[in-house]
């Protein structure tokens, strides 16, 4: 019989029917759920062709059915090309109309497209011999292709995925943007979900394809390539029920595998605004560069290597996390554990946790720099008393002169030292930063007694002496004491919003005098306080005036005196709980070496906290300045507005100074910035990221819904907690907060304080262990989680939770 079904055909028949119809023969006989099909050998004559609607296979269906009919040139689907696109295919083809349906299909076998990609592959021009399959239509509700390899970078460990709604041509013809999905071959966890086409936020539901239906396809396609022992390009379909391979043939392109550097906002997110102005953004980049060289030195690779140790992408700030791997491994440690210290989001590669040795030459290479980084932290309370004579210094010198007075030129000599001592700042703080050679082996030895670790450590940070930015919580909670005690403040505080007539009506009151002294404290931190174009408290404080009103309405809250002696008491019961586990030898070396451990830990933590804090009195006196250069710009006419002033670099705004003939670009530059910005603000970067992402970040990362409303994080501070959800995405919400609620959002820095002290919970989507949200949560007996994916999209203001931060999981219990 000239006419063989896909169940007749075997390998030998590969030379007659071509490639694609034995690829679907062979997967269908192997058990894979392939479109019953018949095979028309490439030497059909027309005669022969003619009798084709007659032929028995076609009597097993519906008088309705229709039929896919596609090429299967005699050269196509091999490994050496692929011919992916050349040829015909026609699709919801009647019984009737099959004939000029296969002919058409031979005939695209001697197109132009086709002459060319012979010629362009050295195959004969003349090689136009093709078999045509018909295969039963399916119905399909969403189809694509996928590669069981990364078809640009040769990534053996990843499944691409793209996905539309409906048949799937339109995705192999580009006339689409697809759903670009990515998941890790292993074990199918989706490592990115890119929605096709959107320009706003979207969710997975609005995706082609369900989560749980990806896992399908993806093991499928790791069967398929199983099976054929090879990467494979795959064409399917789904119709709503399965899914259907209705191709598949090796990937003609597998570059050998290279190493592609990958990106973390982890700590950079939380620190940093979301956008930052552009003057800022460029300046924290060269001294976070500058300051991470001078820290590390060669535990960093060249940057031609592995790229720069911060980058730079849309708009947003991020580490080279192989960089970070590079600098965990060559210290012997598992990168994990550097990770979590940053507050890495999302699950961690199982080769992430392993430590090993790098080689022995670029041990041998970074002697010298191990030698000086554990000398460091030898002298830690040297470089910190050194530390602060810089800053107090730099404080000095903003303070000792009214910039109104100066000349352009002083201003700028000032700044400009300030800029050039920067880096030097970021190298303390980094030291103290690098608290993770601590924690590592303070966690081996809770490991190897068989104590809670997290419990462990997490108690005795939260105990003892405060940090500076938790004791601005328990300030400002004393300072709505002094309001509660005050009647008239009171009501004016809950009447009156605005702070204009503040100082008139509340004159002469305790509650005004207690204020100021907290501004005199803290006036200088404020809403992403590390960019100096935004106010400080002390120019605005309105969102403490509306903490403190909060306060004024909660009756609930335990007094600080209260929650520090409850923290105390559980710290008190896990330290003796982890020495009474220490026993026999051990309590003479283990148990004493860990003690140092916590105490190193918590002394790095305070002191930490209170080079921020510094940092951060060091960039008022620098904002202050710049601004007396922004007005004079506006006076001159070289900028429309002082905030237009963040919007130029540095480097521009001293060549104006240095060649006033050149102002008028400033205008130019600031509207051309203030462009870009709301550009950057349409593009969600991820939180991690491969260089290679970026052609796709104008599309939108999806996600799903928690799995029966379960969410699960780092648990960051002990305890359990069931209240009301606020989502707060921006500080400008502050006043959406309730006091009681379980407060959720992206990330906080110290100037979310006032909302810990109204919180009953927290819940973040970033964040680790030192972090803002873990060290103030603890320290006020808040149950908190960190690293909780997608959190502000996954709850809604008004949903009630189960907060158990304790075993770190949240479940939704009821949904607003």
Known sequence: MVFRSLDELSESDASRVGGKAWNCARLKQHGFPVPDGLAIPARTTDAQLATLVSHPWFDRFAPGQSFAVRSSGLTEDAPEQSFAGIHETRLNVARADLPGAVAACRASSDSERARAYRHARGLPEDATAAGVLVQCMVEAVAAGVAFTVDPLTGESEEIVINSVRGLGTSVVDGQVDPDDIRLRKRDGHVVSYWVGGSDAASDVGSGSLTLDQVRRLWSLLVK??????????????????????????????????????????????????????????????????????????????????????????????????????????????????????????????????????????????????????????????????????????????????????????????????????????????????????????????????????????????????????????????????????????????????????????????????AFDTFLERYGHRGIHETDWALPRYREDPSPILSAIRLHLGDDRRERPTQVAAAVSEEADRARAEF???????????????????????KQYYLWRELCRSDMIRVLEGVRRWHLVLARRFVERGWLRAPDDYFLVRLDEIGRVLEQPETAPELVGLAVSRAAEMRRFRQVPM????????????????????????????LPVSRGYVEGEVVVIDHPGDFSRMKPGAILVTRATDPSWTPLFSLASGVIVELGGMLSHASTIAREYGLPALANVPHATKRLRSGDWIALNATEGVAKLIAER
């Open 224 to 513: 398929i390539e199983q099976d054929y022992a090879a990467p494979q390009d795959v064409e399917w379909c789904f119709d709503g029920g399965g899914f259907w391979i209705v191709q598949s043939r090796p990937v003609t392109v597998a570059p050998t595998r290279k190493h592609e550097t990958e990106w973390t906002r982890a700590n950079l997110a939380e620190v940093l605004p979301e956008f930052t102005s552009p003057q800022a953004l460029v300046e924290v980049e060269r001294i976070l560069k500058e300051g991470e060289r001078r820290y590390l030195g060669k535990l960093l690779a060249p940057d031609e290597v592995l790229g720069p140790i911060i980058k730079t992408f849309n708009g947003r700030l991020y580490f080279n996390l192989s960089q970070l791997r590079r600098v965990s491994r060559i210290g012997g440690a598992a990168p994990a554990d550097l990770m979590r210290s940053l507050g890495h989001s999302g699950s961690i590669d199982p080769d992430d946790e392993r430590a090993g040795w790098p080689p022995l030459k670029d041990f041998i290479a970074c002697l010298p720099q191990f030698a000086r980084m554990l000398n460091r932290h030898r002298r830690a309370a040297h470089l910190m008393r050194g530390h602060q004579t810089l800053v107090d210094e730099m404080i000095r010198r903003f303070d000792a002169k009214d910039p109104d007075t100066l000349a352009d030129a002083e201003i700028w000599s000032t700044i400009h030292e300030w800029t050039s001592h920067a880096p030097q700042t970021i190298e303390v703080i980094l030291t103290f930063g690098g608290v993770v050679i601590f924690e590592s082996p303070l966690k081996k030895i809770c490991e190897r007694v068989g104590f809670s670790y997290n419990r462990l450590l997490g108690t005795h940070l939260a105990a003892g002496e405060r940090s500076v930015s938790a004791q601005q919580a328990f300030d400002l909670v004393a300072l709505a004491d002094v309001a509660r005690q005050e009647p008239r403040v009171a009501r004016w505080l809950t009447e009156n919003e605005g702070r204009a007539d503040m100082r008139v009506a509340l004159a002469g009151t305790a509650f005004l005098s």
């Open 579 to 601: 020495e009474q586990s220490v026993r026999g030898f051990r309590r003479l070396t283990t148990l004493r070496r860990a003690r140092r451990l916590l105490g190193t830990i």
């Open 686 to 713: 991820p939180l991690l990221m491969r260089e290679s992402d970026l052609p796709r970040l104008i599309r939108v990362s999806g996600v799903s819904p928690a799995a029966d409303g379960e969410l699960r994080g």
